[in-house]
């Protein structure tokens, strides 16, 4: 009997390192990278002076936006 729970443990475990890893720990961490990269953005919109510059920045903002909403 004991023999049939190790089988069915190394079965589980040959199971689990082949399948994908899971994404919930993941996801959270690249969009907080996201949510830190638009507060960056922000602060230096913020202090822009010079026209072409704003745009950038005003661009990189908007590119943010959809990849964090797309999250």
């Known amino acids: 009997m004991a023999r049939g ?3 069915k443990s190394v079965a589980d475990q ?5 399948a994908p890893p899971a994404r919930a720990d993941v ?3 690249e969009r907080k990278t996201l ?3 638009r507060a960056d953005v922000e602060q230096r ?4 002076t010079h026209g072409g510059h704003r745009e ?5 903002l908007k ?3 959809a990849d964090i909403a797309k999250r």
């Open 14 to 18: 040959q199971e689990a390192s082949q």
């Open 56 to 60: 950038m920045l005003q661009r990189a």
């Open 5 to 7: 729970f190790e089988s």
């Open 27 to 29: 996801v959270p961490a």
């Open 45 to 48: 919109l913020r202090t822009a």
């Open 35 to 37: 949510e830190l990269a």
């Open 63 to 65: 590119a943010l936006d």
